[in-house]
C-alpha cells in the first residue's frame, strides 16, 4: 500500500510560481515511477508530468518549458515546480505513483491561477 500526501497549492496571479509536493509512504520509494496529473472542472484528468525511478521525466506540451517535476528519493518525496502559471493551469492537480503494478493517487491540491 502506498500512501500519497499532496501540499502546496493555492491562488496565484498569472505569470507567478508555484512549487507542490508529494510525499509518499512506503518501503522502496525510489522504485516508484511518480508523476502528477491535474482536472480542471468540467474535463478529463490529464497528465503533466512523470518521472522515472531512473530520473526520466515526461511533460505535457502544455506545460513544456515552464513546469519541472524532480524527485528526491531520500525525503520520499516528488515535487512539481510551476512557473509561468497561466489561466489554463487552473485545476485540481493529483499526485500519482506507479508501485509494483498498481496504481495510486493522493487526494489533490487546488491550483487557481488568477488573470
Known amino acids: 500500500q502506498v500512501h500519497l500526501v499532496e501540499s502546496g497549492g493555492g491562488l496565484v496571479q498569472a505569470g507567478g510560481s508555484l512549487r507542490l509536493s508529494c510525499v509518499a509512504s512506503?518501503?522502496?520509494?525510489?522504485?516508484?515511477?511518480m508523476g502528477w496529473y491535474r482536472q480542471a472542472p468540467g474535463k478529463q484528468r490529464e497528465l503533466v508530468a512523470t518521472?522515472?525511478?531512473?530520473?526520466?521525466?515526461n511533460y505535457a506540451d502544455s506545460v513544456k518549458g515552464r513546469f519541472t517535476i524532480t524527485r528526491d528519493n531520500a525525503k520520499n518525496t516528488v515535487y512539481l515546480q510551476m512557473n509561468n502559471l497561466q489561466s489554463e493551469d487552473t485545476a485540481v492537480y493529483y499526485c500519482?505513483?506507479?508501485?509494483?503494478?498498481?496504481?495510486?493517487w493522493g487526494q489533490g491540491t487546488q491550483v487557481t491561477v488568477s488573470s
Open positions: 518521472i522515472t525511478s531512473g530520473g526520466s521525466t
Open positions: 512506503g518501503r522502496i520509494f525510489s522504485n516508484y515511477r
Open positions: 500519482h505513483s506507479l508501485a509494483y503494478g498498481y496504481d495510486y
